[in-house]
């Protein structure tokens, strides 16, 4: 259970900043980056990135970011799901009051409620983080149920309704081979993910 939180802090970690010497180092030694040669062209791509990225890509990958996150034009694919779900393109659209309605049933709010749009990808991301860490310590399997469809309803509704196009829109629009990596790596685990999350909940309805 332990290993879906993983995944999702990864990913939080790819997108919230760009990638020092550190950290890359850090995910050689500690990440097992062997495995992503099975998740996928996003996870053959990242696999092929850390083996043999140094300074130069690095620097490369820090503008790439500065590009696709910070601006200052216009973004090439922005991170929040209301742009890709609103026929305008807009931000605090209608998806993002449903994900919003998601948080607080959790008994969560975001910090920058009704300043910023709460459907930032880092911040879906906090939120699957927050529930797969709850559910690897749940132990009453009508709450671990609970947890269960909260995060398989997220992901159907919510952050797998729109990584797809975003990693598509990356990949047209950006030159980074780290980060249209890792949107395309995130899809693919969406999809797998739920259907993981399917087989979990099918097991707790046969114990009972």
């Avoid at 993983?6 to 180092?25: G, K, R, T, V, W």
């Avoid at 911040?123 to 709450?143: D, G, V």
Wanted: with cysteine; charged share 30%; hydrophobic share 40%.
């Amino acid at each position: 259970m332990s290993a879906r939180k993983n995944f999702y802090e990864f990913m939080h970690q790819l997108f919230s900043a760009p990638l020092d010497l550190n950290s890359l180092n850090s995910i050689k030694l500690f990440g097992n980056i062997e495995g992503l040669v099975e998740l996928g062209d996003g996870g053959k791509a990242l696999f092929h990135f850390f083996t043999k990225a140094g300074e130069d890509e690095l620097k490369l990958e820090e503008i790439q970011f500065a590009r696709v996150f910070i601006g200052p034009l216009s973004l090439p694919a922005p991170p929040w799901e209301s742009f890709y779900k609103s026929r305008e393109r807009l931000l605090f659209d209608d998806s993002m009051y449903e994900v919003r309605r998601a948080y607080h049933e959790s008994g969560l709010k975001f910090f920058k409620e009704n300043r910023e749009p709460d459907d930032h990808l880092l911040t879906e991301l906090e939120f699957m983080i927050h529930l797969s860490s709850r559910s690897a310590s749940e132990t009453e399997s009508s709450k671990l149920n609970n947890l269960f469809q909260r995060q398989y309803n997220f992901l159907d509704k919510q952050l797998g309704s729109w990584v797809p196009q975003f990693a598509e829109k990356l990949a047209e629009k950006s030159d980074s081979v780290l980060y249209v990596g890792a949107a395309r790596l995130l899809a693919d685990f969406i999809t797998e993910d739920k259907e993981c999350l399917k087989e979990l909940m099918e097991g707790l309805a046969y114990v009972h």
